[in-house]
Nanobody, 135 residues
């Protein structure tokens, strides 16, 4: 079992920055940030695997940076140039998948964008931290 605790959310104006943190109770192979707005589907934001390879959603590329401190089991999300559409509850997630990749039926997907038809979700989730961006 892995416990995840997020922090760092808050309210900022558009163009501002926030740094989210997630403390994990132990190290995992794959960690990531996801976000959800009430009434909408949860979406992947960024992931990082045990080798430090990262992937980002197109909507945040160039603005968000995921990183981790493996000595302290802390995951970060540096969010810059924030936009009102970034408003959401941000969740930290973790998994033991190698390279953050799930394979089924001859196809492989990163956990960042597994199609809805593929029934898979990451094993461990935090309770979320709210980010509100005002225009």
């Amino acid at each position: 079992q892995v416990q995840l605790v997020e922090s760092g959310g808050g309210s900022v104006q558009a163009g501002g920055s926030l740094r989210l943190s997630c403390v994990a109770s132990r190290r995992t192979y794959c960690m990531g940030w996801f976000r959800q707005v009430p009434g909408k589907k949860r979406e992947g934001v960024a992931i990082i695997d045990s080798e430090g390879t990262t992937s980002y959603a197109d909507s945040v590329k160039g603005r968000f940076t995921i990183s981790n401190d493996n000595t302290k089991n802390i995951l970060y999300l540096q969010s810059d140039s924030l936009k009102p559409e970034d408003t959401a509850t941000y969740y930290c997630a973790a998994d033991m998948l190698p390279r953050c990749t799930y394979c089924t039926g001859g196809s492989c997907y990163t956990v960042l964008d597994i199609p809805p038809a593929v029934n898979y979700t990451m094993d461990y989730w935090g309770k979320g931290t709210l980010v509100t961006i005002s225009s």
